[in-house]
């Protein structure tokens, strides 16, 4: 109807679809359906990164103009780092989805290694998910890990005003290598330190000069 009455439309497209499952081969008939669509009659298609336009191309080729933009975030909202952190807990953060699928058990193989060698890390996990109850069992056992659940997301800025670094253990599926993670954006606004795997969704531009590598593919383990 848009293009019949010559007005400009754009698809936005904001990630493939990302969990397993009859469910999501239903949404990847929709997901070429609509891409298709709008590569027939739209001005042009915006997508959340670099990468995220290079799967669209390479399904269905560069004839329309595809626009990477980032996730964002406020950063006054999130400039509420603590000065009074005590300098002998070394405090991790992980906020999003507990999903196995996410790699949550790795954020705490860290922590655990971290406290063998003798330093007093604690680990924060905020969110809620298919890995919840799990989660919870396993802090039983660790007084040093826990368990937040979901909050406001409004609530977040002062939760990580209180950690030192923050945690992305995602792995290296496509719904992560194209994603455009805000809680990066999120943990670096509250002046946290970030660990994350090293796949292209958590790389930044220009940030050669503060950004290093390991060398280890993951935090612990693969």
Known sequence: IAAKKKIPCFLIDRGPPAYPGILTKIQWVL?????????????AGFVVSVEHAKLIESIFG?????????AGIDPQLFNLKNSSN?????????????????RIILTIDLVEELRK????????????GDQLKELELMSKDRNWMKIIGKVEHSEIPRILSKMDIGLLPMGSEI?????SPIKLFEFAASGLVVIATDIEAHQIDNSESW?????????VRD
């Open 86 to 102: 005590s300098e002998s807990e070394l405090k991790f953060a992980y906020h999003g989805r507990l999903d196995q699928k996410r």
């Open 211 to 219: 950004l290093r590598k390991t060398g280890v593919e993951t935090f």
């Open 175 to 179: 719904s992560w290598i194209t994603a």
């Open 31 to 43: 997901f070429r359906k609509s891409w298709k669509k709008a590569f027939k009659y739209a001005n």
């Open 62 to 70: 560069d004839s329309m103009r595809i626009i990477p933009v980032s």
């Open 117 to 128: 060698l003798g330093i007093n890390a604690t680990l924060r996990l905020i969110g809620e």
